[in-house]
C-alpha cells in the first residue's frame, strides 16, 4: 500500500482480556518497528523485526507482550492479560532499511477499562 | 538510558517567529532524523542528517549536528500556526538495531 496502516484505530477493551493490533507496512520496507506512546510522553521502543533476521525484543515491557511478523510483511502486536498501565498509543513504523526514515501508521489507541 | 534527550519540552512562539529545537544523544550514530507528530498520532519523517554532515536544509527546515558534541538542533525559520506539533528527534546508532526517540519538544505557534 502507499502508507504503513494500522487496525483498529481505537480499541476500548477490560482488563484481564487480550488484544491483537495488527501494521501492514509499506511493502518491499524490510524493517518494521512497534512503539508505545502514553499521553504526552516520548516514544518507547517495543520490538524490531528486520528482514529474516531474528526480532530485537528487548523493549517488551513483559512476557505479556509478543508480537510476530508472518512473511517478512504483516506483524501483530499481541498483548494478554491487559492491565490498566498497557493503555497508550501504539504506532507501527517501517523502512526500508534499518536506520533510514521511518514511515509511521496513525496508531492504535488502547483503553484498558 | 539510551533515550535521546530534547530542549526545550515546550516552546510558545508568536507566528512569523524562528523556533529553535535542541536534542542531544549519547552514543556514536549514524545519522540523525526529526520527525514531527500532530494529535499524538503517527509521526512524520522531516529530515535525515548523517553523521558526516554538519547542516542539511529542507525548506523552512534547517537541522544542524555537532557530532563532537553529540547534539543536533532543529530550526524552523518564519514559523506558521500550522506548525504546532511535537518535534522528536531520533537517532540510529552504530552498530545498534534500533532507532532511539527522544521525548519530544512541544511547539505552539501562535497566530
Known amino acids: 500500500g502507499a502508507g504503513v496502516s494500522q487496525s483498529p484505530s481505537n480499541k476500548v477493551t477490560e482488563k484481564g482480556k487480550d488484544v491483537e493490533l495488527r501494521c501492514d507496512p509499506i511493502?518491499?520496507?524490510?524493517?518494521l518497528y512497534w512503539y508505545r506512546q502514553s499521553l504526552g510522553q516520548g516514544l518507547e521502543f517495543l520490538i524490531y523485526f528486520q528482514g529474516n533476521s531474528a526480532p530485537d525484543k528487548s523493549g517488551l515491557p513483559s512476557d505479556r507482550f509478543s508480537a510476530e511478523r508472518t512473511g517478512g510483511s504483516v506483524s501483530t502486536l499481541t498483548i494478554q492479560r491487559t492491565q490498566q498501565e498497557d493503555s497508550a498509543v501504539y504506532l507501527c513504523?517501517?523502512?526500508?532499511?534499518?536506520?533510514?526514515?521511518?514511515?509511521f501508521g496513525s496508531g492504535t489507541r488502547l483503553t484498558v477499562v | 538510558s539510551q533515550q535521546g534527550e530534547e530542549d526545550p519540552q515546550a516552546l510558545s512562539i508568536q507566528e512569523g517567529e524562528n523556533a529553535t529545537m535542541n536534542c542531544s544523544y549519547k552514543?556514536?550514530?549514524?545519522?540523525l532524523q526529526w520527525y514531527r507528530q500532530n494529535s499524538g498520532r503517527g509521526l512524520v519523517h522531516l529530515i535525515l542528517?548523517?553523521?558526516?554532515?554538519r547542516e542539511k536544509h529542507s525548506g523552512r527546515l534547517r537541522v544542524t549536528l555537532d557530532t563532537s558534541k553529540k547534539s543536533s538542533s532543529l530550526l524552523i525559520t518564519a514559523s506558521r500556526a500550522a506548525d504546532t506539533a511535537s518535534y522528536f528527534c531520533a537517532y540510529f546508532n552504530t552498530g545498534g538495531f534500533k532507532t532511539i526517540f527522544g521525548a519530544g519538544t512541544r511547539l505552539f505557534v501562535k497566530a
Open positions: 542528517i548523517r553523521s558526516n554532515e
Open positions: 513504523a517501517s523502512s526500508q532499511d534499518r536506520g533510514l526514515g521511518y514511515t
Open positions: 511493502s518491499g520496507h524490510t524493517a
Open positions: 552514543t556514536s550514530i549514524n545519522n
